[in-house]
């Protein structure tokens, strides 16, 4: 089966210069690239469940919620790309895990590289998942009578900030699929923390039907902060305490859990 | 062209040595999986480290490749010292971990297009040189599936190839057969000797005694953590003794009254075959196994076949450890 005259052959082939830490991450993000080629289905998995809930609760609920599903989609829209980018940043953290659980990532640390491209190349990834799926949502919406009225500025600044959300939230699961070996038991996990966040949030409904307790915690959710600076984002009228507000949870996660990744990467 | 020039000797004595480590320790919890172990590999060898499941080779594997800190002990790679220069030591190095290190999502050729990058060939260089990898090891027709449609004989292949992007220095092996078939196998045993003929240094783990009996210049036999022997096959093989006996029987239904008996005359644990009916035991002398045998005879225990010999690697393995090896092994590669 092998051919062993140019195996030898192959030996004496010289050593190539070795790369830069950027050339190293822009391969990793090649690699996720390449992904969406080969794994097309994971983009329906990233779409379906947020554009199910954009039919739903706009056309089951809106009515009731907001008078008519025309101005519930109104306020409905910027909040669901919320959730689809949160949702979303639960792919990175299992996609880490598998490839740990393979022991790919034994021969990435095994190679003279950059040690955190790898990473890069998550990241690289992930913001590829949320620009697709975001334009998806946003492009149903606007086919359903969606309008920005802050414009093509204000859809790329919400764009923008989707970004910034997804790049925080995915390092909770870059952490976790470190900890953890099995792909689904960080899904689990993910959801399991996701879903009280994203639900008792300002997403859905305003939080002034709530019950005193359940408003005081919608409040101070970094997803209603979120919500909040997308909508002010793509609606117009956004503030600047609003977008800060918006960003201290993203900010606050990659401060705290970007140093703990590479400790975490670098201990095993 | 070389930044770290992995392949230059040097200027210590020792210059010869691909791997020398000293009193490695490693602890997970309370369990010393490596527990001070030290290894001297020459280059251009092949080397085997055997032992049992959980002797702690891939422990002993994991430290020598960087990608777990000895907590005690110190080893070079290639020249380059692990704890000071583990980045030097990674560029003289490749490593097949026990599964397959493989992206099962990308073609044959993305993967190693991918590592050929990593390692620094840029645009067509790293196509040149994937196409050129896949073609040695087989692997042409298959470039363009994705490896989750490998067969296990082939990601092994994929999994050698994309070690082999750089020549290595040092190429760790870890258990490079486990799981294939026999065929397979056989393959990966040529590529090994074909790759050492090509000069490189490889260091592999096995629990098949067989393949450290057929591949290894060299072999450590390792358990819980320490090594108990080291030397070429036949020196293991003198040093447990030259005086085995080897019995089969007729009936199979006798095998347990048969190994007691053995056990009885010549006070020594005895193996059993993988086939289950034969027994090896050690007699020491001839007088001993003669006075074993009557005694067999005496019992009614009808013979179909006896010997006296050197043991095979498996029963050395078995008088160092104590226990049979896990891996299969055959009967068949007695000398």
New interface residues.
């Given amino acids: ?4 005259t ?3 052959r ?2 004496r ?7 830069s830490a950027l ?2 991450a822009l ?1 990793f993000g ?2 996720a690239v ?2 969406f080629k ?2 097309p289905e994971q983009l329906f998995d990233l779409v379906m469940t947020p554009i199910m809930f954009t039919l739903l609760f706009t056309f089951v609920f809106g009515g009731a919620l907001a008078g008519s599903p025309g101005e519930y989609l109104q306020f409905f829209l910027p909040g669901i790309l919320v959730q689809t980018v949160v949702f979303n940043a639960v792919y990175s953290g299992m996609g880490l895990s598998t ?1 740990l659980d ?3 990532f ?8 950059w040690s955190l491209s790898p990473f890069a190349g998550l990241m690289v990834g992930d913001i590829l998942r949320h620009l697709i799926a975001a334009s998806i949502i946003l492009t149903i919406g606007l086919i359903l009578g969606y309008r920005p009225e802050a414009g093509t500025l204000g859809v790329l600044a919400a764009f923008a900030m989707l970004i910034t959300i997804g790049f925080g939230m995915g390092w909770v699961f870059i952490v976790l699929g470190l900890l953890i070996r099995t792909p689904t038991t960080v899904m689990t996990l993910g959801f399991t923390f996701l879903f009280p966040l994203v639900f008792a949030s300002n997403i859905m409904v305003d939080p002034g039907t709530m019950p005193d307790w359940l408003r005081a915690f919608v409040e101070v959710n970094p997803v209603s902060l979120m919500t909040t600076a997308l909508r002010g984002l793509m609606g117009g009228g956004a503030t600047l305490s609003q977008v800060v507000l918006a960003l201290i949870a993203p900010v606050a996660l990659t401060a705290i859990l970007a140093p703990t990744t590479l400790w975490l990467y670098l201990r ?1 | 062209m070389n930044d770290t020039s992995p392949m230059g000797l040097p200027a210590t004595g020792l210059a010869q040595s691909a791997i020398s480590a000293r009193g490695l320790v490693k602890t997970f919890g309370k369990l010393r999986a490596v527990d001070g172990i030290d290894l001297d590999v020459p280059r251009g060898m092949i080397f085997a480290i055997l032992g049992p499941n959980g002797a702690g080779k891939t422990t002993l594997m994991r430290m020598l490749s960087t990608l777990s800190r000895p907590d005690a002990g110190s080893a070079t790679v290639m020249g380059h010292d692990l704890v000071q220069a583990p980045h030097e030591v990674r560029a003289a190095i490749a490593m097949t971990g026990q599964f397959a290190s493989l992206d099962e999502d990308l073609t044959g050729r993305e993967n190693l297009v991918l590592l050929a990058r990593l390692w620094g060939f840029r645009g067509r260089a790293a196509k040149a040189r994937a196409d050129d990898l896949l073609a040695a090891f087989g692997l042409s027709e298959a470039a363009t599936k994705q490896v989750r449609d490998y067969s296990g004989g082939m990601r092994r292949r994929l999994d050698i190839a994309a070690s082999l992007i750089v020549t290595p220095g040092v190429l760790f092996l870890d258990e490079p057969t486990t799981g294939l078939d026999p065929n397979a196998r056989k393959d990966v045993w040529g590529m090994i000797r074909g790759l050492a003929e090509a000069g490189v240094t490889i260091l592999l783990t096995t629990q098949y005694l067989e393949e450290a009996d057929q591949l290894a210049a060299r072999i450590a036999v390792i358990d819980h953590g320490r090594k108990i022997a080291e030397g070429t096959s036949r020196e293991l093989k003198a040093a447990t003794g030259s005086g085995f006996l080897h019995v089969a029987l007729a009936d199979v239904a006798r095998l347990d009254q048969a190994a007691a008996i053995l056990e009885r005359r010549l006070e020594h644990p005895v193996q059993r075959s993988a086939e289950g009916a034969e027994l090896s035991v050690l007699a020491g002398t001839a007088k001993a196994a003669n006075e074993a045998l009557a005694d067999l005879v005496a019992a009614g225990i009808e013979l179909s076949d006896f010997s006296m010999g050197q043991p095979s690697l498996e029963e050395v393995f078995f008088a160092l450890t104590g226990q049979p090896s896990l891996g299969e092994s055959r009967k068949d590669d007695k000398p």
């Fill in positions: 089966m092998i051919d062993t140019s195996l030898q192959l030996q082939v010289a050593r190539p210069r070795t790369p050339s190293n391969v090649w690699r390449l992904k080969h794994v490839d393979k022991g790919l034994d021969r990435f640390r095994s190679l003279p590289i095993r």
